[in-house]
């Protein structure tokens, strides 16, 4: 009960803080941020019998017997730590939290998620949550493992997520940050990077698309199409104006007038472009 209280009274204290920095500093602080402060908070106190290791940039938490896969998601994050910040143009200014957990039923208890989930890792609310590697890897020899999660593993996809939430305030629709996830996945992958895949169908509207995600009937085709529009941008304007798109819908503006403000063509002409490349 004690134990119980004190958490409160902190999470409590955290709150009253950001508020007081939200009054103050309304553009800096908004509810999202609020909100990753607090979730950030309450899993430090959920986890904190949980054993961890850390680095320059990365805490990560995970159940006792898995210190071998703790070390193994840890190198992979410093590794893609440099080159993606640098690339999205946001160096987190404390270190990341990582919670490994040890098989899919107890990640996907998290979020409510039945045994059809399948996901080995999910960025969220500041924290990035993975499936531990002994879950899904078939026992490979010790000197091929920590090679077969670099180009596997769920960590680059999901610390992509986070860059795009803290860079933006949480301000981003689905398909730009799921299509920035797997382009930047794709290249810290450390292969050679896979050829750009057209994808034959065309896109009806963004809103359309974004509604499509978690519908398991179109969630290929979806991710296949977020990621083109993705490539197709960085192929025809560069990379730079991903990290202008990103800065002006940190700034707060929509999404509509911040990619016409960053591309000078409107969303739905890029869109039309997009489609018509198709053909």
Not at 4 to 26: K, T
Not at 61 to 89: C, H, I, N, T
Not at 151 to 170: N, R, S
Not at 267 to 278: A, K, M, T
Request: proline share 6%.
């Amino acid at each position: 009960m004690e134990r119980l209280l004190s958490s409160c009274f902190v999470a409590m204290l955290v709150i009253a803080l950001a508020l007081a920095l939200c009054l103050r500093n309304p553009v800096r602080l908004r509810g999202s941020e609020l909100f990753r402060s607090y979730q950030c908070l309450m899993i430090s106190l959920e986890t904190s019998s949980w054993p961890s290791i850390e680095d320059q940039h990365f805490i990560v938490k995970y159940k006792r017997g898995d210190e071998a896969s703790a070390q193994m998601v840890l190198k992979e994050a410093e590794r893609v730590y440099q080159p993606l910040s640098a690339y999205f143009g946001y160096m987190p200014d404390k270190s990341v939290p990582i919670l490994i957990y040890p098989d899919r039923v107890s990640l996907n208890r998290i979020f409510g998620w039945g045994s059809d989930e399948s996901a080995m890792g999910v960025y969220w609310a500041g924290v990035i949550r993975v499936l531990s590697p002994r879950a899904w890897m078939e026992d490979p020899p010790v000197n091929q493992q920590q090679q077969i999660f670099q180009a596997q593993g769920p960590v680059a996809h999901e610390y992509v997520h986070l860059l795009v939430d803290y860079k933006t305030g949480g301000n981003y629709p689905r398909w730009l940050t799921e299509g920035l996830a797997q382009y930047g996945e794709e290249m810290v992958a450390g292969g050679e990077p896979p050829d750009r895949e057209r994808i034959a169908v065309t896109v009806a509207t963004i809103k359309q698309l974004d509604g499509r995600f978690d519908d398991p009937v179109w969630q290929d085709y979806s991710y296949a199409v977020a990621k083109d529009l993705v490539s197709s941008l960085i192929e025809r304007y560069g990379p730079e104006r991903i990290r202008n798109l990103l800065d002006a819908l940190g700034s707060g503006q929509p999404m509509d007038k911040a990619f016409a403000k960053t591309y000078g063509i409107t969303l739905d002409e890029y869109i039309r472009s997009y489609n018509g490349s198709q053909c």
